[in-house]
């Protein structure tokens, strides 16, 4: 059983995540604790069935992202599009660079707790984290890899052994290689943000004004929360904030070809949003820059252009100034600055 090969070390930089779950059974020997170590306040981590999660996987997984001898022309690695230093997004720019760089078209999105996402990409297009890394290692605006390449490289020195640890046989596979990157994506956890900090009873974790924002962000004048809701700030639905009176990017319209679904994307997470500009899809509006969360707050408060499928909750709301500082202040007090620096996140 995978459980059987937890290190104490593991368990010991997990437990700076959240808290560790220690019983004993009825023999008095110590139960195994659950893996991978949820904070308490979150909701177990999803894991699909035929990909258990284990040490060693988790540690090839991260030796994969950070590598970019994966990519057709060595030069770019998951890691290239989504730093931890900027909670694994590409901020500050507006869309990424890929293999030869080539340009894609939308904002490189933050994969803390994407674990708990149920589709990915803005659209989402991709329904598992393994399709979704099968789908950035083949694709040929990100990492255009060669297989035949990859294969090599896991063969040789530089990752028979971990492959090895992971796997327990030399049948590699891009299956594999997915199955290891979304295990380590899966770890990527971020709780201890000051919210995370007020939500388990410090009180005086946020200030006054954060408070004021909290509850105008979950008030239903504002209906941020109705859309942003849930642990990560994410209802992971589809809607359309009317962010353009006409999108080159059709977003969710381009998996289900249907007319309703024109413009619409998924909403992101707010975890860490302080960390992540430029913001949006596209990262950018029709009326102007989308850099810094003022200008979105500015965006909400005017409601947005009148695309036909702008969704009702965006409309005028007509803040007051210190309504809107402080709608941004609370988003600010969603940045987890233990996900920049975590041992166990970054380049081996
Ligand atoms: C060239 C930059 C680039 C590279 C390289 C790259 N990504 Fe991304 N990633 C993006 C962009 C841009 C998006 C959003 C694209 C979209 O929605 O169509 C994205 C989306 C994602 C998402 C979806 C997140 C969500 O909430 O929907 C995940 C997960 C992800 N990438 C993981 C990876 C992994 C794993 C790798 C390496 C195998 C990788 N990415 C390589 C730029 C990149
Ligand atoms: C109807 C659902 C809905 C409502 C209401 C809503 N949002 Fe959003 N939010 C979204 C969607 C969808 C996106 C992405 C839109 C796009 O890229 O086209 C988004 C994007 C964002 C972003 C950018 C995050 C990033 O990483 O790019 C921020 C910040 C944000 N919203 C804050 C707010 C605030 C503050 C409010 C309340 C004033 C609010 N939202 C109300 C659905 C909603």
């Keep these: 059983m995978s459980v059987v090969r937890l290190t104490r070390s593991f368990i010991f930089a997990l437990a700076a995540v959240g808290a560790v779950l220690t019983s004993c059974d009825p023999e008095g020997a110590p139960a195994i604790p659950p893996f991978p170590l949820t904070p308490s306040h979150l909701a177990q981590i999803p894991v699909p069935a035929d990909n258990p999660l284990t040490p060693a996987k988790v540690e090839l997984g991260r030796q994969l992202f950070y590598d970019t001898r994966l990519s057709g022309d060595g030069?770019?690695?998951?890691?290239?599009?989504?730093?931890?230093?900027?909670?694994?997004?590409?901020?500050?720019?507006?869309?990424?660079?890929?293999?030869?760089?080539?340009?894609?078209?939308?904002?490189?999105?933050?994969?803390?707790?994407?674990?708990?996402?149920?589709?990915?990409f803005w659209d989402g297009r991709a329904a598992t984290m393994e399709d979704q890394a099968m789908a950035a290692l083949l694709g040929s605006v990100e990492m255009d890899a060669d297989t035949m390449k990859v294969a090599a490289l896991i063969l040789s020195a530089a990752y028979k052994n971990s492959w090895m640890s992971a796997f327990g046989d030399t049948s590699?596979?891009?299956?594999?290689?997915?199955?290891?990157?979304a295990s380590f994506e899966r770890t990527i956890v971020s709780a201890n943000s000051r919210y995370d900090k007020y939500v388990l009873g410090e009180r005086s974790?946020?200030?006054?004004?954060?408070r004021e924002g909290m509850n105008l962000f979950f008030s239903n004048k504002t209906m941020c929360g109705a859309c942003h809701g849930g642990q990560d700030f994410t209802n992971d639905q589809f809607q359309n904030v009317g962010?353009?009176?006409?999108?080159?990017?059709?977003?969710?319209?381009?998996?289900?070809?249907?007319?309703?679904?024109?413009?619409?994307?998924?909403?992101?997470?707010?975890?860490?949003?302080?960390?992540?500009?430029?913001?949006?899809?596209?990262?950018?509006?029709?009326?102007?820059p989308m850099n810094t969360l003022e200008q979105v707050v500015g965006h909400y408060n005017e409601g947005g252009l009148?695309?036909?499928?702008?969704?009702?909750?965006?409309?005028?709301?007509?803040?007051?100034?210190?309504?809107?500082?402080?709608?941004?202040?609370?988003?600010?007090?969603?940045t987890d600055s233990s996900v920049l620096r975590n041992p166990r996140w970054v380049k081996p």
């Design 75 to 120: 030069t770019v690695a998951c890691a290239s599009c989504h730093n931890p230093e900027h909670a694994f997004s590409d901020a500050p720019n507006q869309v990424s660079r890929g293999v030869n760089g080539a340009r894609g078209q939308r904002n490189s999105p933050s994969l803390v707790n994407v674990a708990y996402r149920t589709s990915l």
């Design 172 to 181: 590699v596979s891009m299956k594999r290689v997915t199955q290891a990157i």
């Design 205 to 210: 974790a946020l200030s006054e004004q954060e």
């Design 243 to 288: 962010l353009f009176s006409h999108y080159f990017d059709r977003g969710r319209y381009n998996v289900t070809k249907d007319s309703k679904d024109e413009g619409l994307f998924k909403t992101p997470t707010l975890r860490n949003v302080a960390l992540t500009p430029p913001y949006m899809a596209s990262g950018d509006s029709e009326k102007g």
């Design 306 to 334: 009148p695309f036909p499928n702008r969704d009702t909750r965006v409309r005028k709301l007509n803040l007051t100034d210190r309504e809107k500082a402080s709608l941004v202040a609370f988003m600010k007090a969603l």
